[in-house]
């Protein structure tokens, strides 16, 4: 996932250098959703995030079960 990342803002900071920072949010949008889909799948131990924060736990738990069904 850090790959991802990483070419996400080379990228994003490529289309800064040549004056188009609407591309350069675009790309970085991109990378995020690409990110966030994929820590959905990987399905991860929520148990420290249940401990810290009991209701966010249980909001990723139900996307991740929205995402499942659709």
Do not use: C, K, Y
Request: a neutral charge; zero cysteines; charged letters at 30%.
């Amino acid at each position: 996932m850090g790959r991802i990342a990483a070419v996400a803002t080379d990228a994003a900071a490529w289309h800064l250098t040549v004056r188009d920072p609407t591309a350069a949010i675009e790309l970085l949008e991109v990378g995020r959703s690409v990110l966030s889909t994929g820590l959905l799948d990987e399905r991860p131990d929520l148990s420290r995030l249940e401990l810290a924060d009991s209701g966010l736990a249980r909001r990723l738990i139900e996307v991740g079960a929205w995402r499942t069904r659709r």
